[in-house]
């Protein structure tokens, strides 16, 4: 069964740190880009960033450039959103997703997090 | 950046109604636009890429129409299953979503 799986997410203070993981399983990790996607409390999608299959590419959205650091680890089969300076405007549900011709195929459950203080 | 605009933002609507969502590009972004499904608590799901092309498994009475900087997605025939919040996205440049349409119980 093709599934992704996050996990990371939880409580950090304003100007904090956190580390999202994506755990892909039943397709061929290295063969596919990946992105992230968030979607704040009762708000809409927002895409956050990408990589292509091999790592050597990553775009970010501006609300987060210089912050986030998206990477990949295709022996592990896993995707990672290293998040530091964080907002109260970052708080919302992270999805990984599998990018498929440019379009999000597969999502995983998500993984809250919530910046607060 | 490429903002997309969806209308209505809600939408009521009743089991067998045929229902249409708009999507407007503030650019052209040819043919390179998708639509998805979200239900409470729940990950979005892909229906339509490339405007008009239907994801597999997903039922016939879904379609996708447009190009250019206007868009639709018709509910042929709205099933229970089908109450959701539907979004746009743009894969023109980078990816951008619509704000979401929330089809409703009338």
């Known amino acids: 069964e093709v599934q992704l799986v996050e996990s990371g997410g939880g409580l950090v203070q304003p100007g904090g740190s956190l580390r999202l993981s994506c755990a892909a399983s039943?397709?061929?990790?290295?063969?596919?880009?990946m992105t992230w996607v968030r979607q704040a409390p009762g708000k809409g999608l927002e895409w956050v960033s990408y990589?292509?299959?091999?790592?050597?590419?990553?775009y970010y959205a501006d609300s987060v450039k210089g912050r986030f650091t998206i990477s990949r680890d295709n022996a592990k089969n896993s995707l990672y959103l290293q998040m530091n300076s964080l907002r109260a405007e970052d708080t919302a549900v992270y999805y990984c997703a599998r990018d498929r011709a440019n379009t999000f195929d597969i999502w995983g459950q998500g993984t809250m997090v919530t910046v607060s203080s | 950046d490429i903002q997309m605009t969806q209308s209505p933002s809600t939408l009521s609507a009743s089991v067998g109604d045929r229902v249409t969502i708009t999507c407007r590009a503030s650019?052209?972004?040819?043919?390179?636009l998708a639509w998805y499904q979200q239900k409470p608590g729940k990950a979005p799901n892909l229906l339509i890429y490339k405007a008009s092309s239907l994801e597999n498994g997903v039922p016939s009475r879904f379609s996708g129409s447009g190009s250019g900087t206007e868009f639709t997605l018709t509910i042929s025939s709205l099933q229970p299953d089908d109450f959701a919040t539907y979004y746009c996205q743009q894969y023109n440049s980078l990816w951008t979503f619509g704000q979401g349409t929330k089809v409703e119980v009338k």
């Open positions: 039943g397709f061929t990790f290295s063969s596919y880009e």
């Open positions: 990589i292509s299959g091999g790592g050597e590419t990553t």
């Open positions: 650019q052209s972004i040819s043919s390179w």
